[in-house]
């Protein structure tokens, strides 16, 4: 028991124990902080592996639209609600 009471009065021995544990949970760069931090990092790589695969679709979309007149009017009609000058437009909603 002496032998560790030897140590606990080395300035060394404090100081390296107080950093620790200043390190590990008072610094502002702690072990929760961490903690949160690499899954908030693992949710955005979701978010962005979800949001690349969308943007890939929309682009595959686009170039099929832009390949095919027939399908570019059908989507300006329906999404856009855009007509020729002789045409009447009516809307129907459904409740």
């Known amino acids: 028991m002496k032998k560790y009471l030897k140590y606990t009065k080395n300035f060394y021995f404090l100081f390296t124990l107080f950093f620790i544990v200043w390190m590990v949970f008072i610094d502002s760069n702690d072990i929760l902080t961490q ?3 690499s ?3 693992k949710e955005l790589e ?3 592996e979800f949001y690349q695969e969308r ?3 929309i682009l595959a979309d686009r ?3 832009m390949s095919n007149y ?3 009017e059908k989507f300006a009609r329906e999404r856009y609600l855009m007509k020729r000058e002789s045409e009447d437009l009516y ?3 459904e409740e």
């Open 35 to 37: 903690f949160k931090l």
């Open 39 to 41: 899954s908030k990092v």
């Open 46 to 48: 979701k978010q962005k």
């Open 55 to 57: 943007k890939e679709k």
């Open 63 to 65: 170039a099929e639209l």
């Open 70 to 72: 027939e399908l570019l």
């Open 91 to 93: 809307v129907v909603v």
